[in-house]
C-alpha cells in the first residue's frame, strides 16, 4: 500500500497537560515517516489528518499541511480532483512523494481511527477534547 496510517496504542500515555501521547507514523510506499513508532500526539494529529483529507478531496488544487506536534516533520496533500491525493512528505531532505486513491487513504484512517477511539475510551479518556473530536468525526 502506497499510504498506511500506523499507530501503537499500547503506547498511549494521558499526560498531565491532558494531552495524549503514543506512536504514531505513516508509511509511505512502505517507508516509514517521520520513523516507525515516532511519539507523539495521535489523537490530535489524525483529526488534523482527517479534517484535511476531507478538504483536499473536494477539489482539484486544494492543499492542506498536516504536522505532526513533535518535531520539523510534516505531510502535505494537495487534491487532484479525480479520487486521489498527491502525498508529499518532508523526508530529511529528500521528500518522499506518492499519489494515492481517496479511498485507500480513508480505509486507513478509519481503521486507526475506529482502534484509537476504542483504546482512549477503554481508558476512561473518553472526555478529553481531543478524543471528543475523533470520535465526531
Same mark, same amino acid.
Given at each position: !500500500?502506497?499510504?498506511? @496510517? ?10 498531565? %497537560?491532558? $494531552? ?8 509511505? $510506499? ?5 520513523? %516507525?513508532?515516532?511519539?507523539? !500526539? ?7 489528518? #482527517?479534517?484535511?483529507? $476531507? ?14 506536534? /513533535? ?5 502535505? @496533500?494537495? +487534491?487532484?480532483?479525480? +479520487?486521489?491525493?498527491?502525498? $508529499? ?5 529528500? /521528500?518522499?512523494?506518492?499519489?494515492? %486513491?481517496?479511498?485507500? #487513504? ?19 479518556? +473518553?472526555?478529553? !477534547? /481531543? ?7
Amino acid at each position: !500500500m502506497k499510504f498506511e @496510517l500506523f499507530c501503537d496504542v499500547e503506547s498511549l500515555d494521558l499526560v498531565r %497537560s491532558g $494531552s495524549i501521547w503514543g506512536n504514531i507514523w505513516i508509511g509511505i $510506499s512502505g517507508c516509514p515517516f517521520p520513523e %516507525s513508532n515516532w511519539n507523539d !500526539m495521535p489523537v490530535a494529529f489524525i483529526v488534523e489528518l #482527517i479534517d484535511a483529507v $476531507s478538504f483536499v478531496r473536494q477539489a482539484e488544487g486544494r492543499r492542506r499541511r498536516v504536522r505532526f506536534f /513533535d518535531g520539523p516533520f510534516w505531510i502535505d @496533500l494537495v +487534491g487532484r480532483g479525480d +479520487g486521489a491525493v498527491n502525498v $508529499s512528505a518532508n523526508a530529511h531532505g529528500a /521528500d518522499k512523494k506518492v499519489t494515492v %486513491s481517496v479511498h485507500d #487513504i480513508a480505509r486507513s484512517l478509519t481503521a486507526v481511527r475506529t482502534e484509537l477511539v476504542r483504546a482512549c475510551l477503554e481508558r476512561g479518556w +473518553g472526555e478529553q !477534547m /481531543d478524543v471528543r473530536r475523533l470520535q465526531a468525526q
